[in-house]
Structure formats: structure tokens, C-alpha cells
């Protein structure tokens, strides 16, 4: 069995020699520029369909809301669909709709993005309706609209996490993991007394202090004239009004001192384990060999912790292991649902017994190269789309923020492809340790 | 830490999929500075009192499709795009959970699932190193009309990944430890969708609107008991029957020409033995309801009702097909449908509600659905019925056209990446499109009258024969729908529904 398994491995390594080209660098043409109220442009032209991607990122997510109005920028994000001075309510998504566009938000901890899609010849009704928003959003507002979206992300809510199984374990874990007053304790979607408690002043104030063109980063992306577009966006974007310069979030520290562990219940019928550390923040040493870990532990039928539990002892039903990256830290975490037959101890007792494993030893050489050649080709994968969430424009806007320039694809790659197993092994050693992390464990409510 | 949370739900989540999320930090303050100089402003004010006028509508140039035939009669559709260095290879059987024997639901699926557990000399272990090695990603998957084997990988990787796909198509084992091992998998899956409102509602719809014989009335898994009892011996016949290259299309799209990849082709899949196919016989058409019933599944304490509304719908050969997708955008397709204006926007008793003609060999479902606040069940209800009922009323002009807009206009989008452009050329194959589809496909969605729309609504659009399914908590619910009055309602748990 085993010299079979050897013969394998080398196997694809010699076709792959011979099968010809290197890759093409990741290369993403564009162009930047700033308009004088402070707005970032970043234009990037790809014709192989007629469509344009109109991306813009606030640089404020949920990180920057205050205790008791948890939820607010994801409340917020909503009502910026809802009508601005010259677009009346419903029009934002009828004028687009009737020109073939798509349009969508969404809001993390560290920002909120907007993406319209729309075929080539509407990009400036695009740009009309993203820079009206921008400068003239509260012109129209009204508690009325307040009030409205309130009871949709109230349902948002209900759907996505109250109702769903599971759903309320990943806002326990947050609690767990970060200290009370830190900004990732809280979760995105918000609490729901603070939804309750969400008003229109509350809109107003939020609006003026984040929502500036000096807070924001414009990508356009897809068939476009990179001369007409520019001056099509200062034909929009250029009289909207500069704002106050946003103060940079200063967490307090977050680190964990031993084991937490805690149990809650849910209308399941299997018992779910998460095991959680935090790890340092996105792009600092240690973030990507992180994502190797998750890979070598749970990537795939060969990882160590699917074929434990999942494929030779049939324990759990699924595993998963992801380093979840942020600006203000991360945090990994391995979520693993246990079968009928077996208990949470069991489970916990065969992961304890593989990180043990990882952190003494460096991976095999197949493993890391393993994981490295599925990183590389998910790279090329986020070249194929412009718009939508994830693509070509959002990341562009994404790698902006992180602060290493629009194209960084390349050098985000040369993270990962640059680790040894032993970098792997020490990322495991040194962020993963086995007596300071949260234990979090969700039993099927006792029948009545 | 927490995942996004969204303007819109359903489909838009999945698209961050595998990725990792997108990198923040705070340094934008630092490399503000290293742009340079400001722009000047010379523009004057922009006239916004009416939106801008579009200018002509761009064209899409629909990549041209190279149909070949390999010489052991498999037919090969290629479809260059250089864009980006990787390929898609879609090896389309035609034959799926509708061709599942009466006494064995599940068998296409199960035996699509297995393709990749074993296969040629290699272990499901072995293929799924190797897979992964080359930076591929390998899926054996089956629907109701077709089962397939999809490879994307980068196209260097091409020649080796091809061999492993023709490995897991043509040639699996069908270990017996694999077979115990994706049953328990299943088994316990099914288990797991009792737990979710969103999962049991659909399962429960669907047998309530086909029945417990029809194959349509069971989710394309099977139950607990089929899956209890297939072998590998049903699985082996049914690879032997229907995976046949003439009862398959292979579909291969991205940086790749016809006359380097062919030769690549054949040699992965020539030695697959010609042999006639035998005849496929369709899903029986499903009898049509012709009274209303409300079923109510019992979820206590649940936060959401998960409601569903319809009755069989229509088959993809259609000739309505055209009217129908333009009255389903109005009525429940797109965001300013009437169904999600009213349930979220107007009333907020919802995230998301929407409607859908499930459009299969034969005709599968049209469904409306949603998740509502357990206390607005009743309410929700009523406004479902009242757009229901209202679509079969004339479409004004100005709807029409946006929705006709709408779906024609953005049809481009659908052909951005290899993996949009060959579920097309799947849906092309599976349902045997004419070769002038997708260039026709605008003008069509374009000819679309009032007139037909309110025809095809009158057809199938009739709100009192429709099956309501709603899955929430019976004791804050029942009384509210009972006094809607809208048909006879009976009351079922999760365990008797899906035993």
C-alpha cells in the first residue's frame, strides 16, 4: 500500500514539468486617481463582456458602532437602497433593474461594500445613483424608512441565525473570543434590542461621520474608456461634500489567558463542537501560514482532521478549520459536527490529538505543496468575474484598504508560496496552543 | 469572526463562497498620501433632476461553439476563452434522478456521488490527493434530468487532470466501505434537514404537490429507507446502463483551442466503448392539483415560518417559456417583484420572498416561497394570495418592460466566467436548444406581449388550487391560518413528514 502511495506522488510533479508554460502573473492593469473632496477612484478595464462593475467600500463596518447600537452599519447599509434627494424610494432598484443591472450591500465588521453591475452603456446611471446616495442620502431620509428596514434586518436576523440551526453558536463564539469592550465581540447583524432601539437620529449622525467621500473607495471595473470614465466620475462625485477625517478604531488588547469553555443549547438534533483561538490580524506574520493549517487540517478528503473524524472513524459528519482574518485581529476556528454514537469528548480527544501532532512536527512536504497549488489556482479563479461580491473590482478595493496598493494579487500570492513546513508547523505551535483557547458546545435542547 | 450580513439573502451569500474574505486594515490614512496630487475639479453641476439617458445597448458576441464527435461517437462542444489560464471540462450524462427505478429514489444520485470513491487502480483517498495537487477541483454531481463530472483546473495542469476525470466517469469501483460510508453520510444528512425550517419546507412541498410515487415527490436523494437499501450492484448497472458516450455530452471551455485540446480528449476518453444507449423513459407528467390544502409542519419555538406556495408547473420544453420567465420576474423573480416589494419592503414581515418554475423534463413545481415572522404568518399569507390573484390582472406597460429589460439586458453577465458560460452549454445539451439559442435569447425575451403574460398567468397562476405548506410553530400559527379560510388544513410533525 504504501509503495503504491509513493508511486502517486510523484506522478503528477513529472507531468506537471513536462505539461509546458509557467503561470501568468497575476497582473491587474488600472488606474487611480483621488478627487479633490478626498474620494479614492480606481479604474480597471476588461472588455471580454459589456458589462461594468461600480464598487464602492465605506470604510465602516460593525467595529465602529457604539455598545447599544449593535447592528446600526448593517442597518445602515439598507437604507442606502432606499431613496436619496433626487432618486425616489423603489427607484434605486427599478431605474436599474430596467437598464439590466443587479445591484447588492453587505457589511462586515471592518467595512460595508455596494456593488452594481450593470451593462457598459449604464454606467453613468450607475454613478448618478451611487453619488446621489453618498452626498444627499439624509435629504429623503425619515423614521418611516427607519422603520421599515428595521423590521427587514429584524427578519434578516430571524432567518439567518435565530432560525437557522447552529445560527446563534458563531455570536456566542464572538463573545467568548474577544474582551466585552472589544469591537469584534459584538456581532454584525446586531442584538435585537439594539435594532429596537436604532433611530433616525442615530442615521443622521452615522451618515455625517462615516459616510464621506474621504471615508470611500470607488472602483469601476469592466468595458470601460478609461478618459471618459474619469471624467464622468468628477461629473458626479465632484461636487459631493468632504467630511471630517474618521478616527482610526483603537481596540483594546485581546488575548486569552486559558481555556474558556461554555454550553448552550439549540433545536438540533446533533451535538456541535467549536474550538477557537485568536490569531494575529490579516497580513501580519503568521496569517497565511494559518491558512495552510486550516488546510492541512481540513482541506479535503486527505486532511488530517476529515480523515480522522470523518473518513476512518465516521465520528462526525463534517469538519471544517478556517483562519478568519481582520484588520483588528482573527481568529481560527474548527467547527465539527458530531454523529449519533458518539460524544463531544471523543471528538475533542482525536483534534486535541492531531494539533498535538502538527505543532511537533512539520507537515509532509505533499501536504504543504498540496495546499500551496489549490491557493495558487483559487487565485487565477478570482480573475474570471468584475463585479458581484468577490469579483475583480471588490478586491481591488479590498487590497486598497489593506494598504498594499490596488494590484496586489501577486504579492498576496508570494505569502503563501514562500512558506516551508516548518513555517507551517510553528504557526501551529505558536498561535494554536491547547491552553488558551474557547471551547464552545452546542447540545440538542433535553426533550420535553 | 461574523459572517457578512446582507442586503439580500439566498444565492448572493454563496458567492463568497470557499474565498476567503476579502482583506481590510486601517491604513488607508497612510496611502491616501502616496497617491498624489488631487484631481481638479472643471466640471459644472450635474443635472440631477432626471436619471441619465443610456446610450445604445452594447452587444453580446456570443462565443461561437465548436461541435465535434470523438470516435467513439461522444459528442465535444468547445468554447474558447483565453481571459484567464484555466479550463472546464463538463462531462453531461443524461440520465438522473428521473430515471431512478421506482423502488430505489436515490440511485443517480448516490452513484454519481460515489464516481469519485474509487476509480481505475486509484483509492477515493489516492483521487483526492491528486486532485488537489494539481490545484483542480473534481465534482461528480446529478440532478433530475442529467448527472455530470466537472473539472475546473489550470489549463497546464490540463492533460493529467483530464485522465483522473475519465478515471472517476468511465471507470468506478464502487468500494463497498466508501458505499457504507456516504450512506451513513446520507442518512445522517437527512436526519439534519428535520432540524431546519428552510430545508423541510421544500421536502415537504414537493410531496405534497407530487406525491410519494411520483419520483418529483421525493428529494433527489431518496429517504432513509431507499438509501437503507441500495447496493452496489443497482449502482454498477446503473453506471453500465447510462454513462455511454452516446448518452453524454462532454463540454469544455476556457484557455484552451479545439486542436490541441482534442487530441487530449481522445486520449482520455477514446477508449470509453461506443454502445447503444437504451431508450430514456420520461417522468410520467405529475397530476395536477385541483383543490386547494394547507399543510402545517410543526417547528415549536420556531422565530420564522417558512412558507411555500404552488402547484405543477411546467416542463423545460415549454412553449410558454419565454412568458413564463418574464411573468415570474414580475411576480416573484427579481427584487422589485411584486412578491418582495409587498412581503419585505411594504410590510417587513420578510428578508426575501420570491417565486420559481422549476423547469425540468417533465414539469416539475411552481413554487412561491418565503421565511416570515412567526407572528405575521397569517398576515403574510393573505398578502401572498392578494399578488397571487393580482398577476393574473393586465401588466402595464412600463412593469413589462422592466422586466423584460431586466432579464434580456443583463443576459450578458451569464457568460463572464467558464463555469456560467458551460452551465449554459449544459442546459443547451440536457435540453436539446437549438444552436441559434442564446443569440436568439434577447430578441425572444423582448417579444414578449401583455397579452401573453396575462395568458400564461391564467394558465398558471390559479391561487385556489394551490397546495400552501407552511413549517413554523403550530401553537403561535394554526389559529391565524385556519381563520384565513383558505382550504382545508391539516397539521403533521417533522418526523411524520419525513419519516
Known sequence: ?448 | MTAPAFRRGGRLQATQGRLKPAPTTILAALVIVLIGSATTLTQTKPDRAHPPSLGPTPRLTVPPIEKRTLANGLPVWIVEQHEVPLAQVNLVIHAGSGDDPANAFGLASFTAAMLDEGAGTRSALQIADEVEFLGASLGTTSSFDASAVRLNVPVRQLRPALALMADVALRPTFPAAEIERLRQERLTALLQAKDDAAAVAPLVFSRVVFGPTHRYGTAATGTAATLKAMTADEMRAFHTARYKPSNATLIVAGDVTAAAVLPQLEAAFGAWPMSAAGARTPVPSARQLTAGQVTIVDMPSAEQSQIRIGWVGVPRSTADYFPLLVLNTILGGSFTSRLNQNLREEHGYSYGASTRFDMRLSAGAFQAGAGVQTDKTADALREFFKELKGITEPVGAEELAKAKNYVALSFPGEFETITDLTSHLEEMAIYKLPDTYFSQYIANVQAVTAAAVQKAAATYIQPDKFAVVVVGDRKTIEAGVRALNLAPVRTQSVDEVLP
Open chain 1, 1 to 448: 500500500m504504501r509503495t503504491i502511495a509513493l508511486a502517486i506522488v510523484l506522478l503528477p510533479a513529472i507531468l506537471a514539468a513536462q505539461s509546458g508554460t509557467a503561470p501568468r502573473p497575476l497582473e491587474v492593469a488600472y488606474r487611480q486617481f483621488q478627487l479633490a473632496n478626498g474620494l479614492n477612484v480606481i479604474l480597471h478595464r476588461d472588455t471580454s463582456v459589456p458589462i461594468v462593475a461600480v464598487n464602492v467600500w465605506y470604510h465602516v463596518g460593525s467595529a465602529n458602532e457604539r455598545p447599544g447600537r449593535t447592528g446600526f452599519a448593517h442597518l445602515f447599509e439598507h437604507l442606502m437602497f432606499e431613496g436619496s434627494k433626487n432618486v425616489k424610494e423603489g427607484e434605486f432598484d427599478t431605474l436599474l433593474e430596467g437598464a439590466g443591472g443587479d445591484n447588492n450591500g453587505s457589511t462586515t465588521n471592518d467595512r460595508t461594500n455596494y456593488v452594481i453591475d450593470v451593462p457598459s452603456n449604464a454606467l453613468e446611471l450607475a454613478l448618478y445613483l451611487e453619488s446621489d446616495r453618498m452626498g444627499y442620502l439624509l435629504d429623503t431620509m425619515s423614521p418611516e424608512r427607519v422603520n421599515g428596514q428595521r423590521d427587514v434586518v429584524k427578519n434578516e436576523r430571524r432567518q439567518s441565525y435565530e432560525n437557522r440551526p447552529y445560527g446563534m453558536a458563531s455570536i456566542e463564539l464572538d463573545k467568548m473570543l474577544w474582551p466585552a469592550n472589544h469591537p469584534y465581540s459584538w456581532p454584525t447583524i446586531g442584538y435585537m434590542e439594539d435594532l429596537t432601539a436604532a433611530s433616525h437620529d442615530d442615521v443622521v449622525q452615522f451618515f455625517k461621520k462615516y459616510y464621506a467621500p474621504n471615508n470611500a473607495s470607488l472602483v469601476i471595473a469592466g468595458d470601460i474608456d478609461y478618459e471618459k470614465t474619469k471624467t464622468l466620475v468628477e461629473k458626479w462625485f465632484g461636487e459631493v461634500p468632504k467630511g471630517e477625517p474618521v478616527e482610526p478604531i483603537a481596540p483594546p488588547a485581546a488575548m486569552l489567558t486559558g481555556v474558556k469553555r461554555q454550553t448552550m443549547t439549540d433545536r438540533v438534533r446533533l451535538s456541535k463542537l467549536f474550538v477557537a483561538w485568536l490569531t494575529p490580524r490579516v497580513f501580519a506574520p503568521g496569517d497565511a501560514a494559518l491558512d495552510v493549517v486550516s488546510s492541512v487540517l481540513a482541506g479535503g478528503k486527505n486532511s488530517r482532521l476529515y480523515k480522522r473524524l470523518i473518513y476512518d472513524t465516521q465520528m462526525a459528519q463534517d469538519v471544517e478549520a478556517t483562519q478568519q482574518s481582520g484588520p483588528l485581529g482573527s481568529s481560527f476556528v474548527i467547527e465539527t459536527t458530531v454523529r449519533p454514537g458518539h460524544t463531544v469528548a471523543e471528538v475533542q480527544k482525536a483534534i486535541d490529538e492531531e494539533l498535538a501532532k502538527l505543532r511537533q512536527e512539520p507537515p509532509s512536504a505533499r501536504e504543504v505543496q498540496r495546499a500551496l497549488n489549490q491557493i495558487e489556482a483559487s487565485f487565477y479563479r478570482r480573475m474570471e468575474r468584475v463585479g458581484s461580491f468577490g469579483g475583480k473590482a471588490d478586491q481591488l478595493n479590498s487590497y486598497y484598504w489593506a494598504g498594499g496598493g490596488p494590484d496586489y494579487f501577486a504579492e498576496d500570492l508570494a505569502r503563501y508560496t514562500s512558506l516551508s513546513a516548518g513555517d507551517v508547523q510553528a504557526a501551529a505551535e505558536e498561535w494554536l496552543p491547547p491552553d488558551r483557547r474557547v471551547e464552545l458546545t452546542v447540545n440538542p435542547e433535553e426533550k420535553k
